[in-house]
């Protein structure tokens, strides 16, 4: 593939959408069926999952290096996962402020220190989702506040083994696997 000449517009946008309709809602979710010309200049129509939050993701690491895990059963897959803490930021709450209160909220820890790792998007195929994953560090425990409808479990398991249990499928959350292998990649560690 030869590179794009000078001035070819990479963000132009080669679908024309005629009509959007909201086909199904509720309190977290929005469903689209867009009628739209395809790139390929014939009629077609596209389907949008569109979140109402901004997801967020906590890789909350101890000073033994080990990663705090949060264990539930996702309904939406009908098994157990065991993830990093993550959740969804409302649109009057920024994504550190909504990834600290999930972090407290899911597991009752608090991290004096915060960054930025990844910013991402998820299954871009039918969902506009975007979201932001951060490094936390320098915990401190605390009580948990799950939401009434999260039965949660919470661990701390070593940073190379959690590598090992993504590798072997047990960490199979998108999120989670970002962010270990985000931080695997800025230490080096063979993912």
């Not at 309709?21 to 569109?50: Q, S």
């Not at 996962?81 to 407290?104: D, H, K, M, T």
Request: proline share 5%; glycine share 8%; with cysteine.
């Amino acid at each position: 593939m030869s590179a794009p000449a000078d001035g070819d517009d990479r963000e132009r946008n080669p679908w024309i959408r005629h009509r959007r309709e909201v086909v199904y809602e509720n309190a977290w979710i929005e469903v689209w069926h867009d009628e739209v010309t395809r790139p390929d200049g014939e009629a077609g129509v596209y389907g949008v999952v569109h979140p109402r939050t901004h997801a967020v993701g906590v890789v909350a690491i101890d000073d033994a290096d080990r990663v705090l895990l949060v264990g539930q059963y996702r309904y939406t897959l009908g098994r157990y996962s065991w993830e990093i803490p993550e959740g969804g930021v409302p649109p009057n709450e920024g994504p550190l402020e909504g990834a600290q209160r999930e972090l407290a909220e899911e597991t009752g820890y608090a991290a004096a220190s915060w960054r930025e790792i990844l910013r991402f998007s998820l299954s871009n195929s039918v969902t506009d989702e975007t979201g932001t994953l951060f490094l936390a560090e320098e915990l401190t425990a605390g009580v948990a506040h799950p939401e009434a409808t999260e039965e949660l479990d919470v661990r701390l398991v070593a940073f190379d083994e959690c590598l090992a249990m993504a590798k072997r499928g047990e960490l199979f959350d998108s999120i989670t696997q970002l962010g270990l292998f985000r931080l695997a990649l800025e230490r080096g560690t063979p993912a």
